[in-house]
DNA sequence: AGTGCAGTTGACTTT
DNA sequence: TAAAGTCAACTGCAC
């Protein structure tokens, strides 16, 4: 019987446990879908095709170079399982799980439901630490570790492909009618570069990645810049785990690689925590629609206020930090995680727009959009979950404390040109008049206003019960808890980092 | 030399 | 991966 490999986020070969169990089964038909409905949807974007395009490429090539092919079918998944039977008769399917967005888990319940009416046996793999039907985050931590140390599973050393005349042309995003969308600095898909990426990062880039991460400055290139090849798979997040700690053994403990050692090791944290976040939207898909915490349903408008959100996307809300990352994530697809959070904090706080529709614009500026880290990230950067801390931050203060030089506000901000450095964070404490706009919403007033909001729900009765279950849920577990000095403390609000 | 005082620093709390 | 406020301890300086 022949067995379809259903490419999805995972354009690589190696590490590829259902191509390889196919190949070993017999005749292999390599296909991957592209979904117009999908492609449509308001998280979606070019230049997230753009690099899928690249991936589904050098994929393409690396399946011709052992014999077989990448077929790519433009049309619903279930219409390409219906296109293949009839084609080909009956066949094994062979796939990743994916934790997607709702959109990906409604297609696969689709698809589910058309294999189990055709009596297809569905073999579908995992990929990552996530766990699909996870009874309690209990034990999570040392299940990731468990996974992520098993053995890569190498590419199949020949994948004999029958004969075929589907389609093996891979649109591009004009052909799906996508929205035109420019980033001229966009990383390249494809395993090759992702490899480089990998190397560099491991070898030259990462020696400083604790300290440097956090500032637009340095992170471009201190940051591991593999998210997007995580986010659609053309290298694994074991490969990635792996190589890390194979690094980090190989560096002899000294004072000398002290650095690298601790940039390492919080690295291969974070790979950990990409899982751990993913997690969330796995077992509770309503995060990408709905307050994880109900208490905060109606604290913003359901829609935004035009002309903000208007200034929001377009990078003109006169905080010239803010408008600079924003210019920058427009450009690159890529910004560092502290400024993604401000970005959000800003929107949702200073902006007080609801956090779909910000979420919504930034989900298609990140080439390595991954819902399952976005939309609980989105959470927690507006206050919805209950179980964090109200973090807002100072957009003056981040542009200070991160861009003391103001290099990366000038590289983005040429409006600000003739601004001197000593007013180049608060451009209206100067003088004269710049064709740069004056601050949308006055710091001082939007967040005591935020603040004030919030804190009136926190206060409210019932509040604590929700708390409760959405930390049994979601929060992760730490072995051993922090002590705190004296007082007692509420154990709910103890270590709880995300 | 000790005192008073303004300013700074850091730990901790509150929002 | 917050920021701002509070408070006590400390510092440098003038007298």
Redesign the pocket.
Known sequence: MLNVVWFKRDLRIEDHRPLFNAAERGAVLAVYVVEPDYWQLEDSSARQWDFVRDCLSELQTVLRAKGSELFVLQMDAVAALDLIRARFGDFTLWSHEETGNDWTYARDKRVAAWTKGHQTPWHEFTQTGVVRRLGSRNGWASHWDRVMAEPITPAPKSIPTPPCDLPTHIPSARDLGLASDPCPERQSGGRQVALRTLDSFLHVRGRNYRFE??SPVTAFDASSRLSPHLTWGTLSMREAAQATWRRLNEIEPSPATKAWRNSLTSFSG?LH?HCH?IQKLEDDPAIEFANMHSAYNGLRPETGDPERLAAFMEGRTGYPFVDACLRALDRHGWLN??M???LM?FASYHLWLPWRESGLFLARRFVDYEPGIHWP?VQ?QSGTTGM???????????SY?HDPQGVFIRRYVPELDRVPDAFVHEPWKWGERTSYPTPIVD??AA??AA??A??AI?KASRHSEETARVIAKHASRKSTPRR????SVDPAQLSL??
């Open positions: 991460m956090s974070r925590w976040f995680f502290r993604r959070a401000m904090s990230q927690m964090n801390t109200v973090r807002i931050y100072n957009p003056i203060k981040q404390d710091h001082a967040t005591k603040r004030d919030v804190y926190r705190r000095s004296s007082k980092k995300f």
